[in-house]
């Protein structure tokens, strides 16, 4: 058999990778060969006669022929009859082995001396290695040899089918993908389970040796690096499945066999879809194996909601019985239970392909479009493929997305958007098409190169949720340039003597005027170093293009006052042309950056009214991603994208660490060697460099780090001899501790940095492309940037900046300032100090900052804002050497003002990557615009991604809503920035601009004019602080992704929404920073602790959690993150945190969630008092959340959350059918157990002293104790649940403890809360903050000495009343507990039997007791939350405060207005209180023959289901009291207004049936008194009344009945 010269290629490949070849030449047919590494090959290859001649190790060596005749086995195989020359094994001296036939020796022990423990098996024995070299020598090295039906060992498996979705982690093996989670992790297996698990997956086996020591399964979860795991068999071993060869398959003589011929074995190409038909016809050529019919839909590591048909791996929660099994499930049972599993463990798990999700599903994309556009429409491609990509919109697009795919892209975007792409892998690799690169690509080595098989990522799989935007593809429509500026008639020569007047050309250090009225072009180099040019306002200056040597102009500065050009954007420039800026560092410059030398001509070129149009060759994409990941010595890399950039260029190759500063960083700037297009399928291009890359740089399908072009053919420089910083930083300086570190940047260094700058002002105009900005900048100067639009207003519509890269930046990058509807964008900026992309003074509007890229950003003057772990930063002030103090948090992008269209924009590096500074008002030049550029809505906020940011304080998320700028003295000269929270400035986003509305932007915007700042489609990754922080304003957050961080995202905001929420903790990649992997949380998301409404919805939480031995909800021992130094996480870490540290700031109901999955979470609960101590919390007892759907707990029913903390007693313990987490801990009470559960907040205000002691010398945030160790929030009483179920018995803490902060979550619905002060019952009682929905009712009920009488009133807050609205409601006193809570809230009930008062609270408007939804005057009644609003004056919609979120409704609760209860009782010593505190009478909450069984309920017995009804009637809101007359449309509604005959003008429907009426009192009913109609025989009898005489013709009646 002749080989082709592929076909031998793949075999060397397949020996590197440790398979056992065997094979005889004519000069060696009696040896057997195993090659484990690259030299072992070589010296196979010349043991088997393979190197007639001199050849590269990697040549392909055509003239072999029969490779792999028939031949004995390979390995040593103990136990065999041996021959005496052949008893003992040799070794070569490279590591492979060659035995000197089938027989070696006749023990196992004489073999493996012989063989050192390599290769040494038989039939009943294989082969351990350790799952990353050199880790396992307690264990016995990294080979050992161990039986296959006793031993246990651990599974990895490998394969080379890149559909499976593996991970490719090798070294330096290609195309071999591993995975140890598959799609759990599997311990203590013999070898045939083994074989079985990785079988079970198309092309799946177990890994060879030489794969397992290249480190091909490396970091892919369940701990395996450090132990052993079964290896696979090598060629000509016995086997029985083809899982257990290393290669190639079990053939029909049982042993392991490589492909001859016909039907080929294992491709590496990706496999088709699976399918479950089998097919119809054998293969003519049938070869070994045949072809199965098997089903080829194996389960991968990916788990669906879906049920599993394996047995659940989740115990149940306490008292906990454990039911592991081994098998995978496609999601473990998220639902603790409260009783103890009485099932069996778990079936033995089938080892047989299963249905069970796939780790990548292989379904073919949807012709069908996306329900779910993306905010901002991208250039990926649609569910269908489409010819080319979509462009970006540069106007906000509509919501809905387009029928069909694009098929061409346009020089211009499209206003329509994309539709969002299916997260599904195609069946073979997705090319992204593109238009061809407008210059043609550097011919790059040929496809031989060995890029290997992948998995590699391509724009339609590079992110697991969102849709991150790419730039739409130039249009190459070959049109000849055209209106070349220097090809125009007229020009006059620079270096012809009779251009200029003098005669003379300019020589050194002349200041040069272009003749007026002219147009003057440089066709060469200026030799000279020139002063200041000016370009008057009727001349232009041109450069032409030199195809002989590059131009280069060296000057102190230009005036531009007419126009500066080279190209045009018809005739993009060509050829190489440098500007270089000379003038060194004014000594006079002051804290306001300004000096009488630094003018705008100073060492720069001032746009003074002019026009710049400088146009370089075309660049595309100026920036892409990886498809792979790049390892620390390799010195090629593939991106997503085709390109059309040149060999000797040279691009950056953005960091992968967590820490990215001047003194740690792996950013590598490479030089292009060669590239090649679309390597192979799917990929965009391969870029090789002329040096290998120092560091590795990740690639997975969560993420993948950026590739940025720093090159361009036109560069404007800052001279290399005056531009550079004098005082760079010592590095030997300290800060704050961070994970276990704390260096710092030395501050006040790199204040010295003075490059050049381009400024555009005065009317000017800017059109900048393609051109390289290089040592630019001059720090701490005012307006002196790299490229700066100043204060031009709407004039500069069609300006752009765009295509550009800056770096080695001293002072920013570009600066948008007063200016309006401009464009930056596809800019690359690297290695730049201060804010990078920057809009200036909060003023700018309608502009457009798209597909920008900033990279390795740095505080100026190397002064960090460097926090601890609490809340605030001191402020920094403004100084002469740090004029803007906001710069401490210097980041890839500063967004003073959010109504501009930001999208596709990419940061790494810097303090945070996106900042959003909240500017009260605006500063500089328009300090004095009546705007409030913090409460701008935002137009478009979409598509950006940042990464390696936020290392400097642990609340500096990734994008970061926070900080203040403003003005510290009274005359507005001098700022101040606050960089952590600011307790007195906040973000208030209104539809309705308070600012020119009433000409006050710290106005108030009421509920009805409120709005949302919304973030859209947006990654952050590799953080150690948060995904995003916002501190500040109302927002809502759509489609997020966040892998690799700390935690995924916190907001401290009343009205917070997230939706479509993916938060990854760890994704297995290795973290590289300084300090303690392990000190950084991976925590998902945060409760905080009052004032906030968040709702959570389709959020997803993967490996996040500490993994401990509380493994309630996922027994995988890979659950979440464990202490290693890879990629570890903090031990506290969990997937949801409440904040319970404070006694002063306490939660209310603030918190709802839905559709909430998890995969591999550790820890799922913590209630966090960072305080650690052991007395609780206000904030602790009461927390409390609503899981709609049961989804956050695994329930899978409506469940509330409440507090598991002792202290609290059975405040949340309301029945035994509540279930605990005792690692919360919490208590899970499901909804739908009783009649009208619901959630409750009141606050309870009784001692106006006591209650002013919070926060100073009571029930503060934070210390607990006093110097003598008494508590500083002492009980001062205690709430309860009523019934005998909750009394001292029952609950020997007395229930909830009121405490001077009296603030109280609970369980409403129930039959009450009890209150009882130690001081005695209190004589006048304010009830405040009331958030309860009307469907649930909440009692109160309060003991009173006997005889006590009581006012009770409802209050309005700021109201006047008016016919239609009034301001006081005062409450009627009703005869029964049931009147109380069946009535509209407006009575009570005071039980002189157990003296118990009886109130029911509900949530009223904030500014009226009663308005006229339901009766022409102001009338008290039962409001819910979606009640309208009738103030005609208030834009609200409803009449009580609210958030809605996705369908879910959280009430919220408005200061000013109360409840009064006064009590009219002999006053107590203790002023406040009755003198007399009643013995206390457990009243009956249950009627005769029922017992109480929770809060709520009351059954026959505990365990039955035989239940009292207790709901009230079905209505709202009573009927209007109506008014009759001649003019009236309503009727008067007789009887029930007459207290001594109730039923007049009533009667019964079906008298003669025997059908009654009578008065009742009570039945439940929603008023006084009922007529009860007994005895009906039909759906028609009932009770009547004779309208007949009330009534007139020709009218139109509403007939109302009331009680």
Known sequence: MILTTVGLYALFVQLTEGAMFRGSASNNSNHQVVATDRDGLDEAKRHLGLFDRAVDKDSVIADVATILPDGPAGYCNWGESGTAESSTCTTFPNAFHIQGGPYCSATQNQCEVGCSGNWCTNDSTRMLYCGVPNKCSSLGGNEVVASRSVSVADVRCCSTNASLGWPRKCNSIRGVYGESNVPTCFREKTFDEAVA????????????????????????????????????????????????????FCGDGGVCEVYTGGTPGPTNAPTPKPTNVPTNEPSKNPTSPPTTSKPTNAPTNQPTDGPSNQPSRSPTLRPITPMPTDGPTQQPTNAPSSQPSKSPTAQPISLAPTDSPTHQPTTAPSDQPSKKPTKTPTSQPTDGPTTNPSPIPTKLPTDQPTSSPFNSPTSKPSNSPSLKPTKTLTDAPTSEPTASP???????????????????????????????????????????????????????????????????????????????????????????????????????????????????????????????????????????????????????LNKYGTSSMAVPTYKGISVNGGIISMHGKQVHPTWSRLSESVPAGQSYLLIQEQVNWKAGQEIVLVTTAIHDSRAVHENEVLTISSIEQTP????????????????????????????????????????????????????????????????????????????????????GRGYVEGVELHR???????????????????????????????????????????????????????????????????????????????????????????????????PFSQSKDLILPADVTASGFYLTNLHNDIFGNAASGGWSGFAMPNL???????????MRPGNRLTKILDGNTAHSTGWWWGHAGAFYNGGTLYYSNADATLLEYNAGRDHNRHRSPCLVDKCVTNNDCSGWCSAGEQAWFQLTNSKVFLTASPGLNSWTGRMEVSYFEAHDVALGLEALESGFGIDNFLVECRSGEEWVMPGNMHDVTANGFFWYDTGQEHIITNAKFKNCGARNNDNVYDSSPTRGCDTNSGNGCKSGSSVWSFLTHSDQFTPEIMQATASITYENCGRRFRLYDYANDPISTVSGRNQNWLDTDGSATGLNEPTIIGSGLADAGRWWHVDDDVIEDPEGPLKFIKVNDGPSRGLGHIRLLFNEELRNTVGGSSCKNGPRQDANGNPLCPAVGRIRHIGSLFDSSNDPTGGLPITANSEVAGLAGGFGWVLQLDDGPPKDLKIDQVEVDSTT?????????????????????????????????????????????????????????????????????QTFTGDDVYSSTAMWHLWDLDTPNTKSWDPSLYALDRYSFNGITLPKFSYGNYLQIVADCVESSVSGHCAVTPTYVEPEVCPAGYIQVSYDKCCTSA???????????????????????????????????NANNGLLNWSANGVSAGVTIEISNDEKNSGERSVLCTNRQRKGHGVMQDMAERLEGNKRYTVSCWA
């Open 680 to 763: 192979v399928p799917g990929v965009g291009a391969a870029i090789h460099f002329t040096a290998p890359a120092a560091h590795a740089h990740i690639a997975n399908n969560g993420y993948q780090v950026e590739v940025g072009l720093l090159t361009r053919n036109i560069k404007v420089q800052g001279s290399a001899s005056d531009s550079e910083p004098t005082d760079p930083d010592t590095g030997s300086c300290t800060g704050q501790w961070h994970h276990g570190t704390n260096f710092a940047p030395c501050p006040w260094k790199y204040k010295t940095g003075f490059g050049g700058h381009i400024m555009v002002h005065s009317g």
């Open 1503 to 1537: 365990a039955s289901i035989d239940c009292y009804d207790m709901t009230a009637p079905p209505r709202k809101s009573p009927t209007a009291s109506p008014t009759f007359g001649s003019n009236s449309n309503l009727v008067l509604n007789p009887g029930f207004e």
């Open 776 to 874: 630019m900048g001059q720090t701490n100067v005012l307006g002196r940037y790299p490229f700066h639009f100043h204060v031009l207003g709407n004039n500069c519509a069609d300006c752009y900046f765009k295509g550009n890269s800056i770096h080695q930046s001293y002072y920013r990058c570009i600066s948008i300032h007063g200016t309006h509807g401009t464009k930056v964008s596809e800019n690359v900026a690297y290695d730049v100090s201060g804010y990078c992309y920057y809009l200036e003074d909060g003023v700018e509007e309608d502009n457009e900052i798209s597909f920008n890229l900033a990279a390795h950003i740095h505080p100026v003057s190397n002064v960090i804002a460097n926090g601890n772990g609490g809340q605030t930063i001191n």
């Open 438 to 588: 407008t210059s043609s690509p550097v011919p790059g080595p040929t496809s031989s190169f060995p890029y290997g098989n992948g998995p590699f990522v391509t724009l339609a799989t590079s992110s697991d949720l969102v849709t991150i935007p790419r730039p739409p593809v130039p249009s190459s429509s070959g049109e000849p340039r055209s209106n070349c500026p220097h090809t125009k008639a007229g020009l006059l020569s620079w270096h012809d003597h009779s251009t200029w007047l003098s005669g003379n050309v300019p020589s050194t250090g002349d200041d040069v005027t272009l003749p007026s009225n002219s147009k003057v072009i440089i066709t060469r180099s200026v030799t000279q170093k020139l002063g200041v040019i000016t370009v008057p306002s009727t001349s232009e200056l041109i450069f032409d293009e030199n195809v002989v040597a590059p131009i280069t102009l060296d000057i102190a500065g230009m005036d531009v006052r007419g126009a500066l050009r080279a190209g045009s954007e018809t005739c993009r420039y060509l050829t190489e042309l440098t500007i270089t800026l000379h003038g060194s560092r004014p000594t006079d």
């Open 197 to 248: 698990i990785c079988g079970a997956y198309e092309g799946g086996r177990l890994c060879s040796g030489a794969e397992l020591m290249d480190k091909c399964t490396r970091g892919t979860g369940c701990g395996s690096n450090s132990k052993l795991v079964w290896g696979c068999a090598g060629l000509g071993v016995a086997c029985g499945a083809n899982a257990e060869c290393c290669g190639g």
């Open 1337 to 1405: 009712p909440l009692m109160l009920v309060i003991p009173y000495p006997q005889g006590t009488s009581f006012t009770i009133t409802a209050h309005g807050a700021y109201c006047t009343p008016s016919s239609t609205h009034s301001c006081t409601e005062q409450f009627a006193l009703v005869d029964s507990v049931a009147h109380v809570r069946h009535s509209q809230g407006n009575t009570y009930y005071f039980d002189t039997t157990t003296n118990l008062l009886y109130v029911r609270i509900i949530q009223f408007p």
């Open 920 to 930: 009260q008002s605006p500063i500089g030049v328009h300090r004095d615009v009546n």
